[in-house]
Every structure is written in structure tokens, then in C-alpha cells.
């Protein structure tokens, strides 16, 4: 049956005028019609199922770059995620991709879980025995013994170690890789102002990940994390916090090699919301996290912005205060904090992170012959990015998950 989609306006992720009086026309799981209501070729039939939002604006579903599904979100989360079964993971990783997909993401990579425990749960969502978004993933993070995240499973030390746990990543069904270039906040003790690996052993990590398709997306707080990470040539820089060394500097912003993340493509993933979102649902500083300035924050990233960098959105979700179905928050934070257009957010959002994950053919923008990720959000969030926060409607590869307000999954 052929699914209509119409609504006051749609945006198709590419950054185009947003057209007026717009339809969707899905068949078989695919886009095979973005139109203007009164042009509609097949889908005024009469087995066209029709969904019509007044006011509301279509757009693609939102990719969400950075998830782990098995962490508790709650203040909690350190010692759940030391303590907690892979079966209580389990739970804990249904309930979250239910929550993303009810958000609008449509596509979710997740970018550390246990393997026993997201292995099986993308093959669940897939198999359709949990609704949850299309899933890509990569498994156990790779970190120093001790290191940031080692309680997910996979400590490497050197190169060959790395290269190894590369290779058992690959092996066990991963979709990416996910190095720890240096430490980080929510692992006690470990050195968020140092790199855990030198250039030399990240390099070894991304020319076998090449060799096996694979792409590698490094957390970096550390401006020598960062640095190390990009002399590497790693894909995606995860935070990208460029700290100083010195506690005192608090940053070491190095436009030189902003202007290379920008000159070689890398797709930076700020994380920029979650500081919002402890500051909404209120969180202290834990105990030998580093002092932040959001304020300087923001200009380096406008800075990053204005010098071409290709930003993508990640929640981090499953950290502390960091919920699944959090998403609108982090086109909200680009638009308020780094002063951007809602559209340039929203492009962000849809089409540079399809991009990145590798699925732009399949997803991320409305056009014909795509997967029909869409939704329809009350208002028009062109005039004010809240509006994502609004999802009415939404259908994930066909299939109407949410429809005027009622979640079906
Ligand atoms: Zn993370």
C-alpha cells in the first residue's frame, strides 16, 4: 500500500528552500515521490494510506552519530555500567533504542557497547523482534589497559594489540572503529589532558580498519589527543575538546590543524548538548572532571564552523543526564550557542551525518529511490529549531512508527 505524507512545508536534509504545501509519496519501503500536494502523480489512490499534518514540516529522520546504548543515563551511570549484567545491559539497550527511534532518529550509531550485548541487539532490530532505528555500530571501544572505558572489554596497548583488537572488532560484526586517543571524564582517574596512544599506533589502527572498509572515530579531549588523531588520519573526532595540557590554560585551540580537520573532511562530533543538559537537569562537576568555559567553548567551535569543519550530531547518549530520545536538544545547542542557521542544524542533523556514517545513498535527505526515513514535526523549525523537539509523526524505512501524536511501537 502506498503511504502519503503531506504537510506545510518539507525540507530534504540538503539545504534546499524548504517547499510549500509539500507531499511524500513511500512505497515498498522506498521515497518514490517529493512533490507539492496538488502534483502528486500515484498516491491519490484510493488504498493510499494519508497522513496530513496542518502547520507541520516534513524532513528526513535524524542520524544520531554517538550512543551507548547499554549506559544508564542516570547520575548513576559509572556504577551501573561497573556493576550491571550484560543481561540487565540488554534491557537497559532495548529500552534505549525504543526511546531514540520515538525521538525521530531514524539511523543511530552506536560508538561503544559491550559486544555480547549490541551484537545481538542490532541483529533484534533488524530481525524486527525490537523497534529501534537503523543501527550501526562498534562494539567494544579500543582503549590502554585501564584506560578510558576498559570496563567495556577491549584493552590494547601496543600497536600490534591495537591492530588485533581492529582485526576482533571486525571479526565480531562492527560497522566502525572506536579508539580512545585519550582519556576521559567518565572513567575515574584516566588523563582526559594526555593522549593514551601515539600517532604511530593510531595510524596502525585506521590503515588496517582501511584495509578491512572500516572507519575509525577517536574520542580526543586532549589538544595532543586531537593532534595525534589527525596526523593519523582518523575519520571522526569524537569531542574534539582541544584542552590543554596544563590544567591552568584550560584550552589549546590550534588553528592549524582546524584548518586541516577542515582541508581533509574529517567530521567532527562536538557533543556539544550534553552540557546543557546537566545544566536543565543538574549535575556537579564530578570529582577530577576538567574545569570547561562554555563561553570559549562555543567560539572554538564557531571558529572550527567559520573555517569549514563538517559538524555532525552526537548526544553521547547514556551518559549522565545524556537521555536517548534527547536528539532535538543537540541542533537546539548549534543553533543557540554556536550561532548558526536552524537550517545549517538541521543539514547537520540529517544530511553531513548520513555522510559520515557512509549511509547518504540509503538515508538522510528525502529524495527519490532513499529509504523513507521521515517525519513530520509540529511547526516550522526553520523560524525556530524547537520545533524538532515536536516530532508528530514518524516513519522509519516505511513503516509508520508514530502517526499524528500516537507512538504504535
Ligand atoms: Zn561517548
Same mark, same amino acid.
Given at each position: 500500500m502506498?503511504?502519503?505524507?503531506?504537510?506545510?512545508?518539507?525540507?530534504?536534509?540538503t539545504?534546499?528552500?524548504?517547499?510549500?504545501? %509539500? %507531499?511524500? $509519496?513511500?512505497? #515498498?519501503?522506498? *521515497?518514490?515521490?517529493?512533490?507539492?500536494?496538488?502534483?502528486?502523480?500515484t498516491?491519490?489512490?484510493?488504498?493510499?494510506?494519508?497522513?496530513?499534518?496542518?502547520?507541520?514540516?516534513?524532513?528526513p529522520?535524524?542520524?544520531?552519530?554517538?550512543?551507548? *546504548?547499554?549506559?544508564?543515563?542516570?547520575?548513576?551511570?559509572?556504577?551501573?555500567?561497573?556493576?550491571? =549484567?550484560?543481561?540487565?545491559?540488554?534491557?537497559?539497550?532495548?529500552?534505549?533504542?525504543?526511546?531514540?527511534?520515538? =525521538?525521530?532518529?531514524?539511523?543511530?550509531?552506536?560508538? &561503544? =557497547?559491550?559486544?555480547?550485548? *549490541?551484537?545481538?541487539?542490532?541483529?533484534?532490530?533488524?530481525?524486527?523482534?525490537?523497534? +529501534?532505528?537503523?543501527?550501526?555500530?562498534?562494539?567494544?571501544?579500543?582503549?590502554?589497559? &585501564?584506560g578510558?572505558?576498559?570496563?567495556?572489554?577491549?584493552?590494547a596497548?601496543t600497536?600490534?594489540?591495537?591492530?588485533?583488537?581492529?582485526?576482533?572488532?571486525?571479526k565480531? +560484526?562492527?560497522?566502525?572503529?572506536?579508539?580512545?586517543?585519550?582519556?576521559?571524564?567518565?572513567?575515574?582517574?584516566?588523563?582526559?589532558?594526555a593522549?593514551?596512544y601515539?600517532?604511530?599506533?593510531?595510524?596502525?589502527?585506521?590503515?588496517?580498519?582501511?584495509?578491512?572498509?572500516?572507519?575509525?572515530?577517536?574520542?580526543?579531549?586532549? #589538544?595532543a589527543?586531537?593532534?595525534?588523531?589527525?596526523?593519523? +588520519?582518523?575519520?571522526?573526532?569524537?569531542?574534539?575538546?582541544?584542552?590543554?595540557? @596544563?590544567?591552568?590554560?584550560?584550552?589549546?585551540?590550534?588553528? @592549524?590543524? %582546524?584548518?586541516?580537520?577542515?582541508?581533509?573532511?574529517?567530521?567532527?562530533?562536538?557533543?556539544?548538548?550534553? &552540557?546543557?543538559l546537566?545544566?536543565?537537569?543538574?549535575?556537579?562537576?564530578?570529582?577530577?572532571?576538567?574545569?570547561?568555559?562554555?563561553?570559549?567553548?562555543?567560539?572554538?567551535?564557531?571558529?572550527?564552523?567559520?573555517?569549514?569543519?563538517?559538524?555532525?550530531?552526537?548526544?553521547?547518549?547514556?551518559?549522565?543526564?545524556?537521555?536517548? @530520545?534527547?536528539? %532535538?536538544?543537540?541542533?537546539?545547542?548549534?543553533?543557540?550557542e554556536?550561532?548558526?542557521?536552524?537550517?545549517?542544524?538541521?543539514?547537520?542533523?540529517?544530511?553531513? =551525518?548520513?555522510?559520515?556514517?557512509?549511509?547518504?545513498?540509503?538515508?538522510?535527505?528525502?529524495?527519490?529511490?532513499?529509504?523513507?526515513?521521515?517525519?513530520? $514535526? @509540529?511547526?516550522?523549525?526553520?523560524?525556530?529549531?524547537?520545533?524538532?523537539?515536536?516530532?508528530?509523526?514518524?516513519?522509519?524505512?516505511?513503516?509508520?512508527?508514530?502517526?499524528?501524536?500516537?507512538?504504535?511501537?
Amino acid at each position: 500500500m502506498r503511504l502519503v505524507l503531506k504537510a506545510d512545508r518539507l525540507i530534504d536534509g540538503t539545504g534546499a528552500v524548504p517547499v510549500e504545501n %509539500a %507531499a511524500v $509519496v513511500v512505497e #515498498s519501503g522506498r *521515497i518514490t515521490e517529493v512533490t507539492t500536494q496538488d502534483r502528486i502523480q500515484t498516491g491519490e489512490r484510493d488504498d493510499a494510506d494519508t497522513v496530513t499534518v496542518p502547520g507541520g514540516t516534513l524532513m528526513p529522520g535524524f542520524i544520531e552519530v554517538h550512543t551507548h *546504548i547499554h549506559c544508564s543515563a542516570q547520575a548513576d551511570a559509572y556504577r551501573h555500567i561497573t556493576t550491571e =549484567s550484560n543481561e540487565t545491559f540488554l534491557m537497559r539497550g532495548v529500552q534505549a533504542v525504543r526511546a531514540a527511534l520515538s =525521538s525521530g532518529v531514524t539511523t543511530m550509531r552506536d560508538l &561503544g =557497547s559491550r559486544n555480547p550485548v *549490541i551484537f545481538p541487539l542490532k541483529q533484534a532490530v533488524e530481525d524486527g523482534i525490537v523497534p +529501534g532505528p537503523r543501527m550501526l555500530v562498534a562494539g567494544t571501544p579500543i582503549t590502554t589497559t &585501564g584506560g578510558h572505558c576498559n570496563m567495556f572489554g577491549t584493552e590494547a596497548d601496543t600497536s600490534d594489540e591495537v591492530v588485533a583488537a581492529v582485526r576482533g572488532q571486525f571479526k565480531s +560484526g562492527a560497522d566502525w572503529i572506536k579508539v580512545m586517543s585519550t582519556g576521559g571524564g567518565f572513567t575515574p582517574g584516566t588523563n582526559v589532558r594526555a593522549p593514551q596512544y601515539p600517532v604511530e599506533t593510531l595510524k596502525a589502527a585506521v590503515q588496517d580498519a582501511e584495509r578491512l572498509n572500516l572507519r575509525v572515530a577517536a574520542h580526543c579531549h586532549a #589538544s595532543a589527543g586531537v593532534r595525534n588523531c589527525v596526523d593519523a +588520519g582518523v575519520h571522526n573526532l569524537i569531542h574534539c575538546s582541544w584542552l590543554a595540557e @596544563d590544567p591552568d590554560e584550560l584550552y589549546d585551540y590550534d588553528t @592549524d590543524y %582546524a584548518d586541516m580537520i577542515a582541508e581533509a573532511g574529517i567530521y567532527v562530533d562536538p557533543t556539544l548538548a550534553l &552540557g546543557r543538559l546537566n545544566q536543565l537537569r543538574g549535575r556537579v562537576r564530578p570529582l577530577g572532571a576538567p574545569e570547561r568555559d562554555p563561553a570559549r567553548r562555543f567560539e572554538i567551535l564557531r571558529d572550527m564552523w567559520d573555517r569549514g569543519v563538517k559538524f555532525v550530531t552526537g548526544m553521547d547518549a547514556g551518559m549522565t543526564n545524556a537521555n536517548f @530520545d534527547d536528539f %532535538a536538544y543537540i541542533p537546539q545547542v548549534m543553533v543557540e550557542e554556536m550561532h548558526i542557521a536552524p537550517m545549517e542544524a538541521i543539514v547537520c542533523s540529517t544530511q553531513t =551525518s548520513a555522510d559520515c556514517l557512509g549511509v547518504l545513498d540509503e538515508t538522510g535527505t528525502l529524495e527519490v529511490g532513499k529509504a523513507a526515513d521521515v517525519l513530520i $514535526v @509540529d511547526g516550522n523549525p526553520v523560524e525556530d529549531i524547537t520545533a524538532l523537539h515536536n516530532v508528530n509523526s514518524i516513519v522509519k524505512q516505511g513503516a509508520v512508527v508514530k502517526r499524528e501524536g500516537e507512538l504504535l511501537i
